[in-house]
């Protein structure tokens, strides 16, 4: 910040402290619009919390979303805004990632019982349409693969079961659900259809988030050796592609990619006259997620 935005950034610390919600939000939000800067972000999530603006607040705690689990303080407010909004899913995913804290799991399981008790007919239908979510076409799928972070964990966990192995579930959405159910600790034996059209067993106890595969280490690494210091934009476009693909490879990333250099070749250096055996099947399964992705678009 500069020094006029410092000076409007204590005014509306100043106002928080005297409770003065909407003059502290009438000043931040424009800060926030020309600093990006977490302390702004969370101060201002603060005064919309407090009035009432909970959409407003959800929509900027998505933004910085690691950030609130730098703390159980902070976590307890990106909590609280979800439950308010009622994400259930995001809340417990938050609640879970952070610091694993009971007493906001109590808080998550109390919410989910006041949803069922007072909200049952909105739930059941936004489980029907997630479970028939392969209806619709991307978008729409989309769409109802959100509208499901509305669900009580039990309520999402018994349609997810059933969507992994739905062959019309587009399969980004399919691993994202995946993704989902091994972020809020399911502890189960799941069948999913993969996307070579395949059926597996997954123990899901057993599933790591896509950042922490050994494999996927060390693609990260050669793509930053290669381009970190010389050209960072073409890094970020690299590794944008890299995790796509990884998404659409979820939870099967060890069993496709099994050399790291010749991933990494492929994906950024490869030639027409590669004649090495694990290029070639590294590009190969490049070319098919690539078609899947163009399938998306």
Not at 204 to 223: F, H, N, S, W
Not at 269 to 279: F, G, H, R
């Amino acid at each position: 910040m500069n020094s006029d935005q410092q000076i409007q950034f204590e005014k509306a610390q100043q106002a928080l402290d005297q409770h003065q919600y909407s003059e502290a939000a009438r000043i931040l939000a424009p800060l926030n619009d020309e600093v990006d800067l977490f302390v702004i972000n969370h101060s201002l999530v603060k005064a919309l919390y407090e009035m009432g603006q909970y959409r407003q607040a959800w929509s900027l705690v998505n933004e910085h979303l690691a950030d609130y689990q730098q703390s159980a303080e902070l976590t307890a407010l990106a909590v609280q805004v979800a439950l308010v909004n009622h994400q259930m899913i995001n809340a417990r995913k938050l609640a879970l990632a952070s610091h694993h804290d009971d007493r906001l799991l109590r808080q998550i399981d109390q919410a989910e019982d006041k949803m069922r008790e007072t909200m049952q007919q909105s739930l059941q239908g936004i489980q029907r349409r997630f479970i028939h979510l392969g209806d619709q076409a991307f978008n729409g799928q989309q769409e109802r693969f959100h509208a499901a972070d509305q669900l009580p964990l039990n309520e999402y966990v018994q349609a997810a079961k059933y969507l992994v192995r739905d062959p019309f579930v587009r399969p980004l959405i399919r691993a994202s659900i995946i993704q989902n159910l091994q972020q809020l600790q399911v502890k189960e034996i799941i069948t999913i259809y993969w996307i070579d059209e395949q059926e597996y067993s997954v123990d899901l106890a057993k599933l790591k988030p896509v950042d922490e595969y050994p494999i996927v280490i060390e693609v990260q690494k050669l793509l930053s050796d290669r381009y970190g210091q010389s050209d960072p934009v073409t890094l970020q476009t690299y590794l944008q592609e890299f995790y796509l693909q990884l998404t659409l490879l979820y939870p099967r990333i060890e069993e496709t990619i099994v050399d790291a250099q010749a991933w990494y070749v492929a994906l950024c250096a490869y030639s027409q006259t590669t004649n090495e055996p694990a290029i070639q099947v590294a590009k190969e399964w490049q070319n098919r997620l690539t078609k899947l992705i163009n399938r998306m678009m």
